[in-house]
């Protein structure tokens, strides 16, 4: 008997790629084919509206702003076919064990998040959602310093590129953010660790 019922579609890049677009994109047409659509937020994206997931270009979909994953089990019913969820990277890693279940009850999950927080390093439960989905698609912005593809995240301060040591999770949009090809990404120091331990 084959476990594995449902679908991951996992939505990556950097800021300013059309994540939460191409997201509110898929969960439209499903809506069109008439099926049941739930989306979901971390709470800690309020940046337009907490109540909705909002793109760049000013689209919007209704979503339930949550802190903790497992609310998502608790709110989805039999009779829901699809679950959105923006933002993935801000929660816990075990949100992993949620989605995989969700895909066994038949749902179709449809996640988007940043695949590197503004060091360059593969954020939170990122890496192990790209290597169990089932389709990713990986978007790119256009870099704010040369024009071509981007792909990492240039936090700003002042103006100036943030310091490695800077806290990870930082909310806000064009006024401390831009998007940079590998090129011109800034950051005065690369991590210690190498990328093939699991622990960045």
């Known amino acids: 008997m084959d476990i594995y019922k449902g679908r991951l579609e996992i939505i990556c890049g950097s800021m300013f790629c059309g994540k939460s677009e191409e997201l509110i994109r898929r969960l439209r047409r499903a809506q069109i084919a008439r099926k049941n659509v739930l989306v979901f937020k971390h709470c800690l994206d309020n940046r337009a509206t907490l109540e909705h997931v909002v793109s ?52 179709r999950v449809i996640a988007a998040g940043l695949d590197l927080d503004f060091r360059g390093i ?43 040591s800077d806290p990870i999770v930082q909310i806000g949009a064009e006024e401390c953010y831009e998007a940079r090809c590998r090129e011109c990404f800034r950051i005065d120091r690369r991590p210690k660790v190498s990328y093939e331990q699991s622990n960045f």
């Not at 903790?68 to 929660?91: A, C, N």
């Not at 698609?137 to 870099?143: E, G, H, P, R, T």
């Open 122 to 164: 593969p954020f939170g439960s990122m890496p192990p959602l790209l290597a169990v989905a089932d389709s990713v698609i990986k978007l790119k912005a256009i870099c704010m310093t040369c024009g071509n593809d981007a792909h990492f995240t240039q936090r700003l301060v002042n103006g100036q590129p943030a310091k490695f």
């Open 56 to 107: 760049h270009n000013g689209t919007t979909i209704r979503a339930f702003p949550i802190d903790d994953h497992t609310e998502i089990l608790r709110l989805i019913t039999p009779e829901i076919d699809v679950v959105g969820i923006d933002e993935v990277q801000f929660f816990d890693p075990t949100i992993v064990a949620t989605i995989l279940e969700l895909v066994d009850k038949k749902k």
